[in-house]
């Protein structure tokens, strides 16, 4: 069950409108959620709608040939700009998820061979290590009755995979310090940015003093890291991407990262593999709970191909409905609902005129629902992916990682990695929602369940 409302019989109209007064935005939202609220103004208003909301010009963008428009086809007049500032000072800085123009060009050409499904089947060991050392959690709590918040579990796995793949850190005692820390952070900025008036930072608040402790601690733990390394002969780094990072050079000049832009892409990669990786995972095991016969299918899947051992690369590929149900999670629950993209000059949209500084809300969310797309779309259906009807789709109609040049860099490193830990863990285990509890999903930036996601571990 979701926050957002049935869909109309028919498509919402094609643009429209939208200017609540402030008194009704905040009855709205508090009434429907951000989520619902969002939904509503698709609805009633359409595909592109302006939203009259103080000064700078918005845009909810449904439809996916206006996903390709600002991604693709116009991509040259579209960037992260203000929309990012909050995210760019407080937390990523430069790295390359909030870089812009050619320093996010020269970025993601370095870094893009790091994360080639090639590349990326190179950490299957640490995604089955961390994988098995979370189901022995798992197999403490199976029939306890006692219920676990899913997303907190699955942010424990994800968290410590990608420490591993990105840091090498081996400490439980480190990994949660450092999590705590960027989760501190993530929180602080996502709840900033959805204030109207932000308090200075330099105000000795409750809150600023707990962003200011876990910024100092993940910039000195990092740091701490750079400068260990350089300590030892090249030869003796692990294999792991903050090395990548550290010894890949621009083809043009020779030049290495530097140490500021380590620390920002370190950051980045941790905030990318982590949060979000653990939401699409959390509302796997809601969806399976709520569609036997998909978990059924899976299981039947899985235990034709694993046995007891670790999967192999091998074993993955003969689990095609398990990719299949972990797509369709991605699409009916993007981590990312919506996204924005800001107009650097005027542009023109279906005859709408796009002024300058307008900030364009991509609102996947809704662009996954939409009924001249997807057929039945409130329907939790993974043989919507197979390759036939994939092909056969507008490629714009499904952009959870977002669309065009800055297509999220390390979706190959998500998918894998949710194709792998869901292989494991439903191989041994069914979840099951606690009853009597109705999760209320809504977003603060990522997609979220305000009532938390209480679920119960059962073994098979």
């Known amino acids: 069950m979701t926050a957002a409302p049935a869909l109309p019989p028919t498509a919402p109209p094609t643009t429209g409108e939208y200017a ?70 407080l937390l990523l800085g430069d790295g390359v998820l909030s870089a812009t123009g050619e320093d996010w060009r020269q970025q993601r050409k370095l870094m893009a061979p790091f994360f080639t499904p090639r590349n990326v089947e190179k950490f299957l060991p640490i995604f089955i290590a961390d994988t098995q050392h979370f189901i022995e959690r798992w197999r403490s709590r199976q029939g306890s009755g006692q219920p676990v918040e899913m997303l907190t579990e699955m942010m424990l796995i994800t968290a410590r995979v990608i420490l591993h793949s990105v840091f090498s850190t081996d400490s439980d005692e480190t990994l949660l310090r450092f999590k705590g820390a960027v989760e501190t952070m993530i929180g602080f900025v996502s709840a900033r940015s959805n204030q109207p008036f932000q308090m200075p930072l330099w105000l000795p608040t409750p809150g600023n003093l707990r962003f200011r402790r876990a910024q100092r601690l993940v910039n000195a733990y990092i740091r701490q890291l750079l400068a260990q390394r350089r300590a030892i002969p090249e030869a003796q780094w692990p294999e792991d991407l903050l090395t990548k990072l550290m010894t890949t050079r621009d083809e043009e000049t020779g030049a290495t990262m530097a140490d500021q832009l380590l620390l920002d892409n370190g950051i980045t990669l941790f905030f990318a593999g982590h949060e979000t990786t653990a939401r699409t995972l959390s509302f796997l095991w809601y969806a399976l709970s709520q569609n036997p016969e998909v978990e059924a299918r899976l299981h039947a899947e899985l235990d034709s191909v694993l046995g007891d051992a670790p999967p192999t690369i091998d074993d993955l590929k003969k689990l095609p409905y398990t990719l299949r149900v972990v797509k369709e999670v991605l699409r009916l629950y993007p981590a990312a609902p919506f996204y924005a993209r800001d107009a650097i000059a005027e542009d023109s949209l279906d005859g709408v005129t796009i002024p300058a500084g307008s900030r364009m809300l991509l609102f996947s969310y809704a662009t996954h629902r939409h009924p001249d797309f997807w057929e039945d779309p409130e329907r939790f259906e993974p043989d919507r ?76």
């Open 20 to 89: 609540p007064s402030r008194l009704e935005l905040i009855k709205t939202a508090r009434s429907r959620g951000r989520l619902g609220m969002m939904m509503d103004v698709w609805h009633n208003h359409g595909d592109l709608t302006r939203l009259r909301i103080g000064q700078r010009p918005f845009f909810l963008v449904v439809h996916p040939s206006h996903v390709r428009h600002i991604s693709v086809t116009h991509r040259q007049n579209y960037d992260k700009l203000q929309s990012y500032e909050n995210v760019r000072q």
């Open 385 to 460: 992916w197979s390759p036939e009807r994939e092909a056969a789709r507008d490629s714009h109609a499904y952009h959870p990682f977002a669309a065009g040049q800055r297509i999220c860099l390390g979706n190959n490193f998500s998918l894998f990695e949710t194709h792998l830990i869901t292989a494991m863990l439903a191989r041994r285990f069914k979840v099951r929602l606690e009853p009597g509890h109705t999760p209320h999903i809504d977003t603060a930036g990522t997609l979220g369940v305000r009532n938390g996601l209480w679920m119960r571990i059962e073994a098979r």
